[in-house]
């Protein structure tokens, strides 16, 4: 797994993210579960058990998007989401092989998608939660470091956002600055 190989390679903790399967359980009325992820996340075999394990009595529509990847990257440039491509995108969770599907818990398996969850959102037949990963992230990453003893500075009111390349699209460090970060690091990896 890529993640073990990372770990192996740096000095510091990495934290993973794990589709958050559970929880989509535990809030699925209907007991029909979206997953919408990468190729490679719904196709994992750690996915599969995490559904077994989780989500046994439930159905899990799967959509695996490289598209929706490409478009977070680019609204984070800047770029406008076409919302009928984010639509025909994610139809297959709620229009199954047998027919419609009464999905009402959207897990969002990649750290790209709460990008665009306006679209998501205007693109969905119908409300649906959609569960994305940042909390969950951030309770981990804290409990973490403070295993290894992290005290957290005082504010400082400075947000850095590191990339593991030298050259970084200007499009993308306009907008980051837009957002607030004042501080953008590369790193060779």
């Known amino acids: 797994m890529a993640l073990d190989l990372i770990r192996g390679l740096v000095a510091y903790p990495v934290v993973g993210v794990v589709p958050a399967i559970k929880p989509a359980a535990a809030l699925s009325k209907a007991r029909v579960i979206g997953l919408l992820a990468t190729p490679a996340t719904i196709n994992r075999r750690y996915t599969t058990d995490l559904i077994n394990e989780f989500a046994g009595d439930c159905h899990v529509a799967r959509v695996g998007s490289d598209l929706l990847v490409r478009l977070a990257e ?22 199954g092989p047998t027919g419609p599907l009464s999905t009402d818990v959207v897990v969002l398996g990649c750290t790209h998608f709460p990008l665009l969850i ?16 940042a909390e969950a992230i951030c ?39 837009v957002w607030g970060f004042e501080d953008v690091a590369a790193i060779d990896v």
């Open 118 to 133: 306006e679209a998501l959102n205007a693109a969905v037949p119908r409300p649906v939660v959609f569960l994305e990963p």
């Open 74 to 95: 680019e609204h984070l440039r800047g770029g406008r989401i076409d919302v009928s491509a984010v639509a025909r995108e994610i139809a297959p969770l709620f229009d």
């Open 139 to 177: 309770k981990r990453a804290t409990a973490v470091l403070q295993q290894k003893g992290f005290v957290p500075p005082k504010q400082s009111g400075i947000h850095r956002w590191f990339f593991t390349r030298s050259s970084v699209d200007e499009r993308l460090l306009a907008s980051l600055r």
